[in-house]
């Protein structure tokens, strides 16, 4: 049986980092996933990340060339932890032995304003 | 308005003023410096010439930097060995003093050093790189010295400066990440704010008033000054 929902009052609050990441191979969601994970993993450490409720909520390719694939994303996370959240993915910097980096482009109360101010998804 | 006062590629420009930056300082060696002349000047983003000076001893620290001063905006001494920060921190010629803490166990700074930069306005340098660089133990005792650095600036209240020491675009991290992440180190909002943009755009006022010094403390005024 499905737990019931809790109500509004007693759910965690949350905050949505829209990112964008550029790397030298195609990033896809499953590779973002334990990038994130791992950087506040050993940056942070077990005990404090798990108060981040991290989650990779969508993520979007966006323009690419040869030696630069760009993508933006949305990840969920704790409201008072965001700026630990923001600290441990300025230092992901390898994905398969390739170059990536990612970048903070803003913090929002939901995904809908995320993706309207920060992702801002060509149509 | 945030600068970046190391970054060593002029193509990472137009990447630092994407991420929020409204300055940099283009950093050459002091092993193959030619003045470079491919700064285009923008009217809301600022660069600025510097050069990281590799020395040998102490005497030669003092040669170059007398070479160097003249030609650039920015001299930064690449720190590491005692004598050399030492040297740095006594010369109010010298602007940042990068790194005093690469290879060594301790932070390369103490009390004397800090007292030192403190009268002679010599900023000490936080690099990112670093911390990006490396992983796990190594990159806890970088953290480490950077506290231990801090414990010293507010007893003493040198300059501090926080820079990319960027080479690549995936070196260059965004002014807001970069305050989020000095919250990690226990910095003040106050501390970070003057270290990504009071500290450096006051060495560039200092810079620009330097060729009017005659002794210290005492400068010719131009007319409309």
């Known amino acids: 049986m499905k737990l019931k929902i809790l109500p509004p009052t007693l759910r965690n609050d949350k905050r949505y980092i829209s990112f964008e990441a550029i790397s030298e191979v195609p990033l896809c969601k499953e590779d973002v996933i334990p990038l994130v994970w791992e950087a506040s993993l050993n940056f942070h450490g077990e005990c404090k990340t798990s108060k981040f409720d991290l989650w990779v909520m969508r993520v979007w390719s966006s323009k690419s060339s040869d030696e630069r694939n760009i993508i933006k994303g949305i990840l969920q996370c704790n409201r008072s932890e965001v700026s630990s959240v923001r600290a441990a993915i300025l230092l992901v910097n390898k994905f398969k032995g390739k170059r990536v980096v990612f970048h903070t482009i803003g913090i929002s109360g939901t995904i809908k304003a995320g993706i309207k101010k920060f992702i801002k998804l060509e149509k | ?225």
């Open chain 2, 1 to 225: 308005m945030f600068f970046d006062f190391h970054v060593h590629n002029s193509q990472l420009a137009e990447e630092a003023k994407r991420l929020g930056y409204n300055g940099i300082a283009l950093i050459q060696s002091s092993r193959n410096y030619n003045k470079p002349d491919d700064i285009n000047p923008q009217d809301d983003f600022s660069i600025w010439t510097g050069v990281e000076i590799y020395a040998k001893n102490p005497d030669d620290l003092r040669k170059k930097v007398q070479k160097f001063r003249e030609r650039s905006d920015v001299v930064i001494v690449n720190g590491g060995d005692i004598k050399i920060n030492r040297a740095a921190c006594e010369d109010p010629r010298v602007d940042i003093l990068a790194h005093p803490y690469k290879n060594r166990r301790d932070s390369g700074i103490n009390h004397v050093l800090a007292k030192e930069a403190s009268q002679n306005n010599v900023a000490i340098e936080l690099s990112i790189n670093p911390m990006i660089k490396t992983r796990l133990s190594l990159r806890a005792k970088i953290l480490s010295q950077f506290r231990q650095i801090l414990k010293l600036q507010r007893k003493f209240k040198f300059p501090l400066i926080i820079t990319s020491n960027a080479y690549s675009l995936y070196d260059l991290r965004t002014p807001e990440d970069i305050i989020a992440f000095a919250g990690c180190l226990e910095m003040t909002h106050d501390e970070i704010i003057s270290s990504l943009s009071k500290n450096p755009a006051d060495i560039i006022k200092r810079s620009r008033i330097r060729k009017n010094v005659i002794v210290q403390g005492a400068r010719t005024i131009e007319q409309g000054d």
